[in-house]
């Protein structure tokens, strides 16, 4: 039963990163991470439904960082002009990553979870919102063209290929399906 749970989570991943293949080449940086954000968001409203969605959250946000920090922000913390926004991001994103720890060890049948992952929701969405008003457009003006849309084609490959296997190489406890009592 649980491999069957298992293949069910693995094809829910391979369905959210089916279509990228054909869009890769044609998106900047800041189109594919404002994607990815939307998606996200999805993510956000889904669990308020459905708390087990969670660990897909997760997954996204620890690749999305480490991924929009090494990509893009690398390449902005060295301009005066965007050095204070693109440090200001990555400190968000750690403040984010140890909201998710926490998120990720708490029982989620405790209704502090759902309170906690509101508050959560919040700073996530101040995140998002600020990157994508401030940060992005000043990215914009500073890289060129082509070089946007090689980050952009490098974020996105890179993206699919660590989520379709994150839940393999990083198996989490709430992918098990509970036991029923005997």
Same mark, same amino acid.
């Given at each position: 039963?649980?491999?069957?749970?298992?293949?069910?989570?693995?094809?829910?991943?391979?369905?959210?990163?089916?279509n990228?293949?054909? =869009?890769?080449?044609?998106?900047?940086?800041?189109?594919?991470?404002?994607?990815?954000?939307?998606?996200m968001? =999805?993510?956000?409203?889904?669990?308020?439904?459905?708390?087990?969605?969670?660990?897909?959250?997760?997954?996204n946000?620890?690749?999305?960082?480490?991924?929009?920090?090494?990509l893009?922000l690398?390449?902005?913390?060295?301009s005066?002009?965007?050095?204070?926004?693109?440090?200001?991001?990555?400190?968000?994103?750690?403040?984010?990553?140890?909201?998710?720890?926490?998120?990720?060890?708490?029982?989620?049948d405790n209704?502090?979870?759902m309170?906690?992952?509101?508050?959560?929701?919040?700073?996530?969405d101040?995140h998002l919102?600020e990157?994508?008003?401030?940060?992005?457009?000043?990215?914009?003006?500073?890289?060129?063209k082509?070089?946007?849309?090689?980050?952009?084609?490098?974020?996105?490959e890179?993206?699919?290929?660590?989520?379709?296997?994150?839940?393999?190489?990083?198996?989490?406890r709430?992918?098990?399906?509970?036991?029923k009592?005997?």
């Amino acid at each position: 039963m649980t491999e069957l749970y298992g293949l069910k989570i693995f094809s829910q991943i391979l369905y959210q990163v089916g279509n990228l293949n054909s =869009n890769i080449m044609n998106k900047t940086i800041t189109k594919a991470l404002i994607e990815h954000h939307d998606e996200m968001r =999805n993510l956000v409203k889904e669990i308020k439904k459905d708390p087990s969605r969670f660990i897909f959250l997760k997954k996204n946000l620890d690749i999305h960082h480490e991924l929009e920090e090494d990509l893009l922000l690398s390449k902005l913390h060295v301009s005066n002009e965007i050095k204070d926004e693109s440090l200001e991001s990555q400190e968000e994103h750690f403040v984010l990553n140890i909201l998710l720890l926490d998120l990720a060890d708490f029982p989620k049948d405790n209704p502090r979870w759902m309170v906690k992952f509101k508050v959560f929701e919040e700073i996530l969405d101040h995140h998002l919102s600020e990157e994508e008003d401030d940060l992005f457009p000043d990215a914009e003006k500073l890289l060129a063209k082509e070089e946007q849309t090689e980050l952009g084609a490098q974020f996105m490959e890179l993206k699919e290929r660590r989520l379709l296997y994150a839940l393999e190489t990083k198996p989490v406890r709430e992918l098990e399906k509970p036991k029923k009592p005997e």
